[in-house]
């Protein structure tokens, strides 16, 4: 099957510094990635979903001030977590799809972020 | 809207043993559905997926499908189960008319297979 890295696969920060999470498919051309954050024993909640070249799209209640997409190939993502905070801490993972509807989804390792 | 439900939170089954996780689904259209699995502390590994045809999928390491439209539902399935198996285990499903091509998930379902 398809792959997708990430990178790092896991960061500690202090409170107040940014962090940037990078997202590549490996063997593909993802025209859409994704980025979801998963709490502890719980499904996975999508952030937002990026198209290669254009702004991201942000789910409610999501900041995106806070977490920065920017999907510049269709082979890279990063989310960066700006000023992070505690509550940030989480465990992040990326997704990415090649084009059609029918595509599967294939997903990263994910990155696990804790903030002191 | 779209949505999918795990009924069980977990499933526990005797290694050698068949297994089934549950998967029940929502949609406007008609779905694409998905099952994909996640060891601790990894992201998830797709394991199978039904788009069109065939009722019965099947996918990686022994599992398969079934996908029930009268039910909707779209059950895992594996007729001897492995320790190995154990781990989370997700359903999710994306409407073929849903503009934003959303994949929704359940809440997963942790397999405890014992020796």
């Known amino acids: 099957g398809a792959v997708v890295s990430q990178h790092p696969s896991w960061v500690i920060c202090k409170s107040g510094t940014s962090v940037k999470i990078e997202c590549r498919s490996l063997d593909f051309q993802a025209t859409t990635m994704f980025w979801y954050r998963q709490f502890p024993k719980q499904s996975l909640m999508l952030m937002a979903t990026?198209?290669?070249?254009?702004?991201?799209?942000?789910e409610q209640g999501v900041e995106k001030d806070k977490f920065l997409i920017n999907h510049a190939s269709l082979t890279l993502s990063t989310l960066t977590v700006t000023s992070a905070h505690p509550e940030d801490s989480s465990f992040y993972i990326c997704?990415?799809?090649?084009?059609?509807?029918?595509?599967?989804?294939?997903f990263g390792p994910g990155t696990r972020l804790t903030v002191l | 809207a779209q949505s999918v439900a795990q009924p069980e939170d977990q499933v526990n089954v005797a290694e050698g043993n068949p297994l089934t996780v549950k998967c029940t689904y929502s949609v406007s259209g008609n779905p694409y559905l998905f099952w994909y699995v996640q060891y601790p502390n990894r992201g998830l590994q797709f394991l199978l997926k039904?788009?069109?045809?065939?009722?019965l999928v099947k996918g990686s390491y022994g599992f398969e499908a079934e996908f029930n439209k009268s039910q909707t539902s779209f059950h895992l399935k594996k007729p001897s189960a492995l320790v190995s198996d154990s781990a989370l285990y997700f359903c999710?499903?994306?409407?073929?008319?849903?503009?934003?091509?959303?994949?929704?998930f359940g809440g997963g379902t942790r397999l405890m297979v014992k020796p």
């Open positions: 999710a499903v994306r409407d073929v008319n849903n503009a934003g091509n959303m994949l929704t």
């Open positions: 990026s198209n290669e070249g254009s702004k991201a799209t942000y």
């Open positions: 997704s990415a799809r090649a084009g059609q509807i029918a595509d599967t989804q294939y």
């Open positions: 039904y788009i069109t045809g065939d009722n």
